[in-house]
């Protein structure tokens, strides 16, 4: 079973306005951690935003904030007035428990392409 | 803080041949990841070390496959008898206990 599902394989935003990149996530640990990463063409996977599974308010950072629903299983990221430097491939990931009882590794979903017109 | 840094940045083998790839974390950083990735997937997890210990590795890791960090600084992942299968980028990150992953620019490995 997949474990984050990302649906949107490639979305259009104008300079300027908000968008919407969904994620959700499937697990049955009660502590996890969400992630949001950025990969340009040069192939580097930038930190955005973390969420975790015990975190009360949503996580903001500077235009980036993330939409988390825990029953819905969902961490959506929005960016708010989008620039043409947000063009690029955004990754949602999760963070678990493994099966070693450490919290390690990352698993990412396939990934959305947002392109950032003017 | 210099970021974490991978070499070679490309490397282009024949089928067969053994390659090496070298991970510098940043410096404060104790734990080290080994991703890989393929055309239009996300990175899939290899393996992991805490300091100079590997504490995990994924199924994917094959027998040819070995990665490891001594002194508990930079990190190899050597692939012996590469396969054409291998070609991917391989993504290094690192990070300081649970907080988040800082990923280097990768490796691309072509294997021909």
Redesign the interface.
């Known amino acids: 079973a997949q474990k984050?599902t990302q649906t949107q394989p490639g979305m259009f935003v104008q300079e300027k306005e908000a968008v919407t990149l969904d994620c959700t996530y499937d697990t049955s640990d009660p502590s996890y951690?969400l992630?949001w990463?950025k990969q340009p063409s040069?192939?580097?996977?930038?930190?955005l935003i973390?969420q975790g599974s015990y975190d009360q308010q949503n996580a903001t950072e500077g235009r980036y904030s993330l939409n988390f629903q825990k029953a819905r299983k969902s961490a959506n990221l929005v960016i708010s007035a989008s620039q043409l430097g947000d063009s690029a491939m955004y990754?949602c990931?999760m963070?678990e428990l493994?099966?070693?009882g450490?919290?390690?590794?990352?698993?990412?979903?396939?990934?959305t392409r947002l392109q950032v017109t003017l | 803080d210099t970021g974490v840094s991978q070499n070679p940045r490309h490397k282009i083998t024949k089928r067969g041949q053994n390659v090496t790839f070298r991970c510098d974390p940043i410096s404060e950083h104790n734990r080290l990841y080994w991703y890989r990735q393929t055309l239009g997937q996300g990175p899939e997890f290899l393996t992991y070390f805490q300091n100079e210990a590997q504490l995990e590795k994924s199924r994917l890791l094959s027998d040819r496959f070995s990665a490891e960090r001594p002194k508990g600084s930079f990190s190899t992942l050597e692939i012996q008898r590469t396969e054409q299968g291998d070609s991917a980028m391989y993504l290094c990150a690192s990070s300081r206990d649970r907080t988040e992953q800082y990923f280097g620019p990768g490796t691309r490995l072509t294997v021909t």
């Open positions: 984050i951690g992630f990463y040069s192939g580097e996977m930038i930190f973390y990754f990931a963070r493994s099966y070693t450490t919290a390690s590794k990352l698993t990412f979903g396939t990934g």
